[in-house]
């Protein structure tokens, strides 16, 4: 019986019909300021992973470019190397 007294009382009523609803009220405000700033931290992290991306390709690009330029230094050099070579072997073989 007590407890059946304890759910009548004004006190309970009271907290039942303004309280509760109150603080639902301010949880489900609070929970979409925060599912909105997630929003918002999720849209920056994916915009600022598009740019690293971008900026990882265009590195990549530019290695490739200066693999070329080296590649291409190189064999310009062993093809200097064997003329020089081959004029002096010619220089050898001529008494």
Do not use: C, H, Y
Request: proline letters at 2%; glycine letters at 2%.
């Amino acid at each position: 019986m007590d407890l059946e007294q304890a759910v009548e009382s004004k006190f309970a009523k009271t907290i039942n019909r303004i309280v509760l609803p109150a603080m639902a009220a301010v949880a489900v405000t609070v929970i979409t300021w925060l599912v909105q700033d997630l929003r918002s931290t999720v849209s920056k992290q994916s915009e600022l992973s598009a740019k690293q991306t971008a900026e990882i390709r265009q590195i990549a690009s530019d290695v490739q470019v200066i693999n070329a330029k080296i590649d291409t230094g190189v064999l310009w050099r062993i093809t200097e190397l064997e003329r020089r070579l081959n004029t002096v072997e010619a220089a050898q073989k001529t008494p």
